[in-house]
């Protein structure tokens, strides 16, 4: 009798944990201007050690691709609709660094 109540104990938290997670409606999905960004980077070998993330920014979803090789940090910051942000004074970047938030690395290309 203890055998079949363990079992089914087992079999219970098997069938539980099998379900699927519900996710917010972008977290898997990847703009397409962004998916041919990444496949355009994924052969040239200047993108080594690249690594695209996704963060939420007053309210919206932003995308920066930090490449090591490349003398500018934070140059490859692009809104949802594929816009390139422009930071013109070291407020708006500071402003950037300080509430991004929900940190999502999208791609990245090892070396």
């Known amino acids: ?7 089914s104990c ?7 944990g099998c379900e ?7 977290t898997d ?3 397409q201007w962004l998916e041919i960004k990444i496949d355009s980077m994924s052969t040239d070998i200047y993108y080594g050690g690249t690594v695209v993330y996704r963060y939420t920014w007053h309210n919206e979803y932003v995308y ?3 490449i090591p090789a490349s003398s500018c940090a934070y140059c490859e910051v692009y809104r949802q ?3 390139k942000i422009q930071f013109m004074t070291e ?3 500071k402003d950037f660094l300080d509430n991004r938030k929900d940190q999502v690395v999208i791609w990245y290309k090892r070396d």
Do not use: G, H, W
């Open 29 to 31: 999905v990847i703009p």
């Open 20 to 26: 699927k997670e519900t996710t917010t409606e972008y």
């Open 91 to 93: 407020a708006q970047m």
């Open 1 to 7: 009798m203890n055998r079949f109540i363990y079992l």
């Open 81 to 83: 609709n594929s816009t």
């Open 10 to 16: 087992f079999c219970i938290i098997l069938i539980l």
């Open 64 to 66: 920066y691709i930090d």
